[in-house]
C-alpha cells in the first residue's frame, strides 16, 4: 500500500514541482546578465592618472583592476547597459571604441543611448587614454597600452554579460554609510543658502543605494551600488596600480560571496572584525605539526628561472575563470556618484609641518598648499586606510544586499543626447517669478585648480578659493593662450589659469560636446553624468529630475522613484558645482569648466530628458563629439630590451627567504626576482605574484596572487635606463591563512633585441606559516 501511494503521488509530486518551476521564472519581467574582466593595463613606466603628478609613475600592482557590466533587458523589448570601471574615469574615445565594437558585434542591440560607462574614480590607474591634451600631459601624451586594456575589457565584461542573460529579478535598497566621507571644501558647502543647507542632516551624502541581481535559477549573482567618496585613500606618492577603496570593495564582497553562497552575513562580517576569508581550508589546521612542516619545506628549495607560456600565469590564478562552476560568477561593483567635494581621508586636513589643522578656507599651511594633507582612518598608512574605507562600503553593501526586498518593476527605457556646453543658453528662476537667460563659457580652468586638494595637494604659490590670480602665473598663461574679454567675463569670478576651451593646438585640450544619458530600470532612474559634481549640484540634479518624473502624480512613477548619479560616465569633463560654490573658487569651482551657470546648464537639459522619458517621447541625438584617435601623439618610450647579468636568468632570485623559515600571521614576507619590464605582457586574467601552499607531499595550490589586498608586486630599475630590473614580491600573511608550507613565485615577460618575447617563471623557497 504504502508503495503504491508512492508511485501514484510521484508523478502529481513532480508535476506540481514543473508548475512551480515555470512561476517563478515566468514571474520575473526582466533578463540579466553580469560580466567581468581583467583592465589593468600597464603597470610600469606609465604616468598615474588623477593626481596630475608627473612623478607618480607606475611600478607594480597593489591589486588588479576591472569592468564590471550588468545588462537588465525585456525579454522582448528595450535594454540597458552599464559598465563600473576601475578606472579614474571614463574617456569619450574610449566610449567611442567600445560601441564600434558592440555595433560590429551585435549590430544595434547596445548604442550610445542604452550604454552608460562609469569610471570609480581610483587615481591610482595607468593615464593616457583620454584623448582631450588637458588630460594626458602628464602621461607624455596618449598610451595605447591603456587605452587598448579599457576597451579590451569593457568589450570581454560586455560580452559575459551578453551571454549571462537569463531570466531574474532585481531589488534595490538604500542606507547610511556615516564614517567613509567628508567634504573636503566645507567653506564652499556653506556658501550655499542657509534655508537649502537645512534640508540635509550632513554636508556630504551619506547614502548608499544598492542593487541586487538574483537569477531565477542560481539564486543572488551580483550587486551593484553608488556612494559618494573620493578614490584617494592611496596617495599622490604611490607608485602601485590600486583600484583603491572602491576597487578594494568590491573584491572584498565578492569574495565574501563566494565563501557564503548562501547569501548570508558571517557572524565575522557582523561582528565588524574582519575582512572574510576568499581561500576556503586548503589544507587542514596543523599548528601542532610545527617540526614536520618545517622538513616539508626544507625539501622544496628555490628553483632557478624557467621559461614558461603565458597561459600558464592564467591558469595559476586564484580566481581563474578555468576553474569556475557552472553558475555565473557574482559580480559586484561600487560605483561613484556625486563625490566632487567628497574625500575618503576622514580624520580631516593637517599641515605636516606643524600638526596643526589646515585654515578653513584655503587648506593652507602658513601660506602654503603643499603643507596641507587629508589623513585617512589608517593614517599614516594610506594601504590601511585604503582597507578600512573600503571594508565600510563593503559592510555597508553586504547589510543592504541581505535585506534588499523591494523588487524593481516597470519598463526599461533610456535617453541620451550630446549638448555643446561652450555655447549654451540656459534659461534661470529668478526671485519673483522671472526668468533670466544665460550662457555657459567655453572650457576654462582657475588658478585654484593648480593648488589641488587636501587630498592631493598642487605646488608652487597656488591656493584654494584664490578669485584674482597672480602677474606671473597670467604672463606665463599668455605664452599658451591669452582669454578674451568675453571669455573672462563669462567664467567670472574665476581667473583664468588655462583658457582650454579654448585651445586647439595640436588638437582640442578639452571637451566641448558632453553626453548626457538617463537608464531606467523600473522605478530606479540612473542619471549618467560626465564629470564630477559636488554634493550640493547633485541634490539639486536629483531634486530637480525627481520632480518632472512624478510631476501630477504620474503613473509612470508616483512618488516610488530611486534616483542615482552615476558620475565620471561615458566622457570626462571635471567638476559641476553650484554657482554658490563657483563663487568661492575652491579647487572644485575653479575646475568647473564651462562658467558659473554650468549646473543650471545640466539641470536643464536633464529635464528635458526626463519630460521625454515620461512622455515617451524621442529627443535629437545633438552634435556629435569629435573622435581624435588618429591626431594623438605618444612620447612614451617603448621597451628596447631586458637584460640580467651574466650567468643570471629571467626568474632566478636575488633574494630568497632564509632557509628553514617560519612566520606568523602578519609578517611581512618578501622575496626578489631578477625580472623584466611588465610592459612586455600585461598578463591580462593572469598573475605577475602567486603564493601558493602546499596541498598534499608535492601539490602546490594558489592561495593568494596579484588580485589579493595582502600581495603586493613591486617592479624596480636599478638605473633609469638600465635593461635589467628586480621584481619584490611582498606578501603580508593576512591573519586568516591557513597554517602550512608556502612559497612565493613570479611570472613575467622578457624582451630580446630582435623583439621577441619570452615568458619565465621563478619560485622561492618554501617556508612555513605557523
Known amino acids: 500500500m504504502v508503495t503504491l501511494m508512492r508511485v501514484t503521488w510521484l508523478p502529481i509530486l513532480l508535476l506540481l514541482l514543473l508548475q512551480s518551476g515555470r512561476g517563478v521564472k515566468t514571474a520575473s519581467k526582466y533578463l540579466i546578465g553580469l560580466g567581468s574582466y581583467d583592465i589593468t593595463g600597464p603597470v610600469a613606466d606609465v604616468n598615474m592618472m588623477g593626481y596630475a603628478n608627473m612623478d607618480q609613475i607606475a611600478s607594480g600592482v597593489h591589486f588588479r583592476l576591472r569592468a564590471r557590466s550588468f545588462i537588465v533587458a525585456e525579454p522582448q523589448g528595450s535594454r540597458v547597459l552599464f559598465v563600473n570601471i576601475d578606472a579614474c574615469m571614463a574617456s569619450q574615445i574610449v566610449t567611442i571604441k567600445v560601441l564600434e565594437r558592440l555595433k560590429a558585434r551585435y549590430g544595434d542591440l547596445y548604442t550610445e543611448n542604452n550604454v552608460a560607462i562609469s569610471g570609480i574614480h581610483t587615481h591610482a590607474g595607468p593615464g593616457g587614454y583620454l584623448q582631450y591634451v588637458v588630460y594626458i600631459i602628464t602621461s607624455l601624451g596618449f598610451v595605447h597600452q591603456s587605452f587598448d586594456a579599457l576597451v579590451d575589457g569593457i568589450e570581454q565584461s560586455i560580452i559575459q554579460a551578453h551571454n549571462n542573460l537569463r531570466s531574474g529579478s532585481i531589488f534595490v535598497n538604500k542606507g547610511e554609510l556615516l564614517d567613509a566621507g567628508v567634504n573636503r571644501s566645507p567653506s564652499a558647502y556653506l556658501n550655499n543658502p542657509a534655508a537649502e543647507r537645512s534640508n540635509y542632516k550632513y554636508d556630504v551624502d551619506k547614502d548608499m543605494t544598492l542593487l541586487k541581481f538574483s537569477d531565477d535559477e542560481w539564486g543572488p549573482v551580483g550587486s551593484f551600488n553608488w556612494f559618494a567618496t573620493h578614490g584617494t585613500s592611496m596617495s599622490r606618492t604611490n607608485s602601485l596600480i590600486s583600484g583603491d577603496n572602491k576597487g578594494a570593495a568590491a573584491r572584498f564582497m565578492e569574495d565574501w560571496f563566494d565563501q557564503n553562497s548562501s547569501g548570508n552575513i558571517s557572524s565575522e562580517v557582523s561582528r565588524g572584525n574582519k575582512i572574510p576569508r576568499r581561500v576556503s581550508d586548503i589544507i587542514p589546521v596543523v599548528e601542532n605539526y610545527h617540526h614536520e612542516l618545517l622538513e616539508l619545506a626544507a625539501s622544496f628549495e628555490s628553483s632557478s628561472g624557467k621559461s614558461t607560456t603565458r597561459f600558464m600565469s592564467i591558469a595559476r590564478r586564484v580566481r581563474s575563470a578555468l576553474r569556475q562552476a557552472d553558475r555565473p560568477r557574482f559580480v559586484s561593483a561600487f560605483c561613484q556618484t ?17 600638526g596643526l589643522p589646515c585654515d578653513f578656507n584655503h587648506s593652507t599651511c602658513g601660506g602654503k598648499n603643499e603643507l596641507c594633507y587629508g589623513r585617512g582612518p589608517g593614517y599614516p598608512d594610506e594601504f590601511e586606510s585604503t582597507r578600512i574605507i573600503g571594508e565600510r562600503q563593503f559592510k555597508k553593501a553586504v547589510e543592504l544586499f541581505n535585506a534588499g526586498s523591494e523588487q524593481l518593476n516597470g519598463k526599461i527605457d533610456y535617453r541620451h543626447t550630446y549638448v555643446d556646453f561652450s555655447k549654451l543658453n540656459v534659461t534661470i528662476p529668478e526671485g519673483g517669478g522671472g526668468t533670466n537667460s544665460v550662457k555657459t563659457c567655453p572650457a576654462a580652468m582657475g588658478f585654484a585648480f593648480a593648488a589641488g586638494t587636501t587630498d592631493g595637494p598642487g605646488a608652487f604659490d597656488f591656493t584654494q578659493g584664490d578669485d584674482k590670480g597672480n602677474t606671473f602665473w597670467r604672463l606665463v598663461r599668455n605664452l599658451l593662450k591669452k582669454p578674451g574679454k568675453v571669455q573672462a567675463e563669462c567664467q567670472h569670478p574665476k581667473p583664468i589659469l588655462l583658457d582650454t576651451g579654448e585651445m586647439k593646438e595640436p ?25 564630477e559634481f559636488s554634493t550640493m549640484a547633485g541634490r539639486r540634479l536629483r531634486d530637480a529630475v525627481k520632480t518632472v518624473l512624478t510631476k ?10 530611486h534616483i542615482v ?47 521625454s522619458l515620461v512622455k515617451g517621447h524621442s529627443v535629437e541625438s545633438g552634435p556629435q563629439p569629435p573622435d581624435l584617435l588618429n591626431k594623438q601623439i605618444s612620447l612614451l618610450p617603448p621597451v628596447i630590451v631586458d637584460a640580467t647579468p651574466i650567468g643570471v636568468k629571467f626568474g632566478d632570485l636575488s633574494l630568497d627567504v632564509p632557509k628553514n623559515s617560519t612566520f606568523k600571521r602578519g609578517d611581512n614576507v618578501t622575496v626578489v626576482f631578477w625580472s623584466a619590464c611588465p ?3 600585461l598578463m591580462t586574467e593572469g598573475t605577475f605574484a602567486l603564493v601558493e601552499v602546499l596541498g598534499g607531499k608535492d601539490t602546490w595550490v594558489p592561495a593568494y596572487d596579484d588580485d589579493d589586498f595582502c600581495l603586493r608586486f613591486i617592479w624596480s630599475r636599478p638605473a633609469k635606463l638600465s635593461a635589467r630590473s628586480h621584481a619584490t614580491i611582498q606578501w603580508i600573511i593576512p591573519k586568516t591563512a591557513v597554517s602550512g608550507v608556502y612559497r612565493i613565485r613570479h611570472f613575467g615577460a622578457a624582451k630580446s633585441l630582435l623583439g621577441s618575447i619570452k615568458h619565465f617563471r621563478g619560485s622561492s623557497s618554501a617556508f612555513v606559516v605557523a
Open 338 to 354: 556625486n563625490c566632487g567635494d567628497v574625500s575618503p581621508n576622514v580624520l580631516g586636513a593637517f599641515c605636516i609641518d606643524t
Open 507 to 531: 588638437y582640442d585640450w578639452a571637451p566641448s560636446i558632453l553626453p548626457l544619458q538617463i537608464l531606467r530600470i523600473g522605478q530606479l532612474v540612473i542619471l549618467s553624468v560626465p564629470g
Open 565 to 611: 548619479i552615476a558620475g565620471l560616465t561615458n566622457t570626462y569633463s571635471q567638476y559641476v558645482t553650484t554657482f554658490e560654490e563657483y563663487q568661492i573658487q575652491r579647487y572644485e569651482g575653479a575646475s568647473t569648466l564651462f562658467g558659473p551657470h554650468t549646473l543650471s546648464a545640466y539641470i536643464q537639459e536633464f529635464k528635458k530628458l526626463a519630460s
Open 679 to 681: 610592459r612586455n605582457d
Open 552 to 561: 501630477g502624480n504620474s503613473k509612470e512613477f508616483g512618488s516610488n522613484v
